[in-house]
Nanobody
């Protein structure tokens, strides 16, 4: 059963903005916390930011530098990642993932989406 589906990736230029969306199944939306991870070519997957079901949001400050914002939409069952001032180093496959109250780490996530590619050209 598919629980998470990402969309919104694409090719943009440095300084542009892009909004990614993670469609979360109704079966888990109200009970699972959702995070965004990314994996750049040749690098390990890293945490970008996550939102708990109670609304608490955490960011990887080193990765996003105040440029990204996560939101949780209870109407559409989506968790969105608004990215601005994009840089070439933001180029990566972006994944959403879900767990229940565990730490934000790749080995602590229960469900994963298949990812969406973001390419930022200079």
């Amino acid at each position: 059963q598919v629980e998470l589906v990402e969309s919104g990736g694409g090719s943009v230029l440095t300084g542009d903005s892009l909004r990614l969306s993670c469609a979360v199944s109704g079966r888990i939306f109200s009970t699972y916390d959702v995070a965004w991870f990314r994996q750049a070519p040749g690098k390990e997957r890293e945490f970008v930011g996550g939102v708990r079901t109670n609304g608490d949001i955490t960011y990887n400050a080193d990765a996003v530098e105040g440029r990204f914002a996560i939101s949780r939409d209870r109407v559409t069952y989506a968790v969105n990642l608004q990215m601005s001032s994009l840089k070439p180093e933001d180029t990566a496959v972006y994944y959403c993932a879900a767990n229940r109250g565990q730490r934000w780490h790749t080995d602590a996530m229960t469900y994963w989406g298949k990812g969406t590619l973001v390419t930022v050209a200079s």
